[in-house]
């Protein structure tokens, strides 16, 4: 007679399926999963539940599922591209800043971006933020040279050309050293 009896209730080794042995025929014995789904085992496969255990295999199985899930849905973790990437941009095209400049002289314009750049300049120390790009555009290079004046006025701002690929020759990074 085999370890097994009809009735009986097992559970398969090193798998997540328990059910009720519905046909013992030498050592195969077929079990009806909790799914009620017949599944045919060799009785070396099987172990016999006895009494009440308080955990089965495939509950295990269950619980490893839940937290394996749980771990994939961790925060984005963010790439050395996008941490620095700046964290804030000012066009100071004059169509961007007035709705017309029309009747307005250079002198007017340049001085309307540079007021700009100084407010937007002041906001990003009080706000700590630590790096702000420009954007001037080419043209000239007199709203460059001004700006480049102006940055070199505060003690903790160093400045450089801002990522090629992105704005061409038309932007300048400010970097903003924060106390602590």
Same mark, same amino acid.
């Given at each position: 007679m085999g370890k097994f009896s009809i009735g009986d209730r097992a559970e398969v080794l090193d798998e997540a399926i328990s059910g009720v042995i519905q046909?013992?025929?030498?050592?195969?014995?077929?079990l009806i999963t909790e799914d009620g789904f017949p599944m045919h085992f060799t009785e070396n496969d099987l172990v016999k539940i006895e009494g009440d255990i308080s955990v089965t295999n495939y509950e295990v199985a269950q619980v490893k599922k839940e937290k394996a899930a749980?771990?994939?849905?961790?925060?984005?973790?963010?790439?050395?591209?996008?941490?620095?990437?700046?964290?804030?941009?000012?066009?100071?095209?004059?169509?961007?800043?007035?709705?017309?400049?029309?009747?307005?002289? $250079?002198?007017?314009?340049? $001085?309307?971006?540079?007021?700009?750049?100084?407010?937007?300049?002041?906001?990003?120390?009080?706000?700590?933020?630590?790096?702000?790009?420009?954007?001037?555009?080419?043209?000239?290079?007199?709203?460059?040279?001004?700006?480049?004046?102006?940055? $070199?006025?505060?003690? $903790?701002?160093?400045?450089?050309?801002?990522?090629?690929?992105k704005y061409g020759l038309g932007a300048t990074e400010v970097y903003i050293y924060q106390n602590a």
């Open positions: 046909k013992v025929d030498g050592d195969r014995v077929t749980s771990k994939k849905r961790k925060a984005p973790t963010i790439k050395p591209k996008e941490r620095s990437a700046p964290k804030m941009e000012v066009d100071l095209h004059i169509h961007q800043l007035v709705k017309s400049s029309k009747g307005m002289s $250079n002198y007017d314009m340049l $001085n309307i971006q540079l007021d700009t750049a100084k407010r937007q300049l002041d906001f990003a120390i009080s706000k700590r933020i630590q790096k702000v790009v420009f954007i001037h555009g080419v043209g000239e290079g007199v709203l460059k040279e001004e700006l480049r004046y102006l940055f $070199n006025r505060y003690d $903790n701002v160093k400045f450089y050309d801002a990522d090629y690929q």
